[in-house]
């Protein structure tokens, strides 16, 4: 017994699977498996069983996990009391989605400046396919993004959480209540979207043409705030991630415009390249960033596929 398969025991159950176990650690699925199965041998124990797509643990594998956090638990807060340990140091380069930036990992840059103050951050803001591609150039240590549905090796994807999506628009609009749900309407609303190219103006643009939908025209405004600035006025209406406009919501200066769409949610992932040596600095950020997004409740079967707008269809409403 070893702290590695314990650690991985803890991961496949934190992740759902052998294969997010993997992904984390940037192990094989075979390397993971070998541990625990060497680890339910020398207990002569069975751990885990099968459930349809999904590993469960059996009771003895949860006496077992119990007793095995406790162990990592304990590891840990022995290993901080080390003397002596150097200050982190050097350069930090993150690559992340500006709504994430701004609504979701604040918290997470401020805990990490007061935790390695002498680490300098370079934030880099992109889409999805830009941040993937900065990843696997290794042009940053890691990045927190949408889902895009594909990461193949050298990066490994760790799913995090999901964001809903909604149309959004000013209380002011006059909006029939059948406008987003009958075919061929044609509301005079300008949608408005901060990148032409970003899932969630290219998934609600299929809808509407599915949909037989006729809108006024489409505005690109490269800045987030502006485009709250422009839903507030009643200049137009925007698919989003309901948590950028949260605020505005709650003051009722926004209100979320009912469409026929089922919920829809967008996939939240930690992005590394497991051929770029991770820094000291960059573990720790990684730590605090799951630690602050990591949902464990979320469903995480078919993370990849049911969270990616190129993999959901307008048809599903």
Request: proline residues 3%; neutral net charge.
């Amino acid at each position: 017994m070893n702290l590695l398969s314990l650690s991985l025991l803890e991961a496949i159950v934190r992740t759902g699977s052998y294969s997010g176990a993997a992904k984390e650690k940037n192990f094989s699925v075979a390397k993971v498996s070998f541990h625990i199965n060497n680890l339910q041998d020398e207990l002569n124990l069975i751990l885990f069983e099968k459930v349809g797509r999904q590993m469960r643990l059996t009771k003895d594998g949860e006496k077992v996990l119990e007793e095995a956090r406790k162990i990592l638990e304990a590891t840990e807060k022995i290993s901080s009391m080390k003397g002596g340990s150097p200050r982190l140091t050097g350069n930090l380069g993150i690559a992340v989605n500006e709504t994430l930036l701004q609504y979701r990992l604040v918290n997470v840059i401020n805990n990490f400046r007061q935790m390695a103050p002498d680490v300098t951050i370079k934030v880099e803001l992109g889409t999805a396919y830009s941040i993937k591609d900065m990843v696997l150039r290794s042009e940053v240590d890691l990045a927190v993004s949408f889902n895009m549905g594909s990461y193949e090796s050298p990066l490994t994807a760790l799913p995090l959480c999901s964001e809903e999506l909604g149309l959004f628009g000013s209380p002011r609009l006059k909006i029939e209540k059948e406008q987003f749900f009958l075919p061929n309407h044609c509301p005079n609303l300008n949608l408005l979207t901060w990148n032409f190219t970003s899932g969630p103006f290219r998934f609600f643009k299929r809808f509407l043409d599915k949909r037989g939908i006729c809108m006024g025209k489409d505005m690109q405004v490269s800045s987030r705030n502006i485009i709250n600035t422009f839903l507030e006025s009643g200049f137009g209406v925007a698919y989003l991630p309901k948590v950028s406009v949260e605020r505005e919501v709650e003051e009722g200066r926004i209100c979320e415009i009912q469409t026929a769409l089922p919920k829809i949610d967008l996939g939240v992932i930690l992005l590394k390249n497991s051929n770029h040596a991770e820094s000291s600095a960059a573990s720790l950020f990684s730590k605090l960033v799951k630690n602050e997004l990591y949902d464990g409740k979320m469903d995480r079967s078919d993370f990849f596929s049911r969270t990616c707008l190129m993999h959901r269809t307008p048809n599903e409403c």
